[in-house]
């Protein structure tokens, strides 16, 4: 029987030949989305309803600068609206 097989021969225990490898575990990724500031966000809301307004109401038969003149109106309301009351508090972790 030969003893280097069983580990008996070494005087520190069976020798490895790969390398040790200490695998670290990183903890579960969590994905945020990115920072956006918060007037960026009121103006995307307001441009996109203010465009809702006036390609809808043009659609369904009203006169272009009539919907395009509501459209700014309710799109100025709505950036004043999600910019005072649309931006939530925090989370304390």
Known sequence: MDESATGSVNF???VSLLPETT???SPAMHL???AIDHGI???LWAVFFGLFIWIGG???GYSSSETFI???VVGFLTFV???VY???EPRRP
Do not use: M, W
Request: net charge neutral; glycine share 12%.
């Open 81 to 83: 609206f999600v910019r």
């Open 41 to 43: 966000i009121s103006l």
């Open 23 to 25: 695998a670290t575990i």
């Open 32 to 34: 945020r989305p990115p």
């Open 58 to 60: 043009s659609a369904v």
């Open 70 to 72: 509501i459209g700014a």
């Open 12 to 14: 520190f225990g069976p």
């Open 86 to 88: 649309g931006d939530e």
